[in-house]
Every structure is written in structure tokens, then in C-alpha cells.
């Protein structure tokens, strides 16, 4: 277990939170497959992956 495992997860909410709040996304382009061997449970995308992402109008009301 990595000791910075609870730092790394509180900074990666501070960064993700605000980009899936605030922005809409529309995935406009997708990757041939996904590699996910050896990759520590993450997925890399073999090919091409084209995002595209806009500022929401008004920010969703908690």
C-alpha cells in the first residue's frame, strides 16, 4: 500500500471534480481498443481518442 495513495486521491478529486461539474463533453472520436495489461488498472487508448468539451452555461446548483 502506498503511503501518498489517500494525497494522490484528494488531488486527483480536487482537479476531476470541477471538470465533470463545470464542463460538458462529447467524446468525438474513439480509440481502436483499450490496453489494459500491465497498466495498474488503468485503461490507455490504443489510437486516437478526440475529446471535445465546452464551459457549461450556468455551473449545477448542489
Known amino acids: 500500500m502506498c503511503s501518498g495513495r489517500p494525497l494522490a486521491y484528494a488531488m ?4 476531476l471534480v470541477p471538470l465533470l461539474r463545470d464542463y ?3 467524446v468525438v472520436a474513439r480509440p481502436r481498443r483499450w490496453f489494459t495489461l500491465l497498466t495498474g488498472g488503468l485503461s490507455r487508448p490504443i489510437g486516437g481518442l478526440t ?7 450556468s455551473p449545477p446548483r448542489a
Open 51 to 57: 475529446l471535445r468539451y465546452r464551459r457549461r452555461v
Open 24 to 26: 460538458e463533453w462529447e
Open 12 to 15: 486527483l478529486a480536487a482537479i
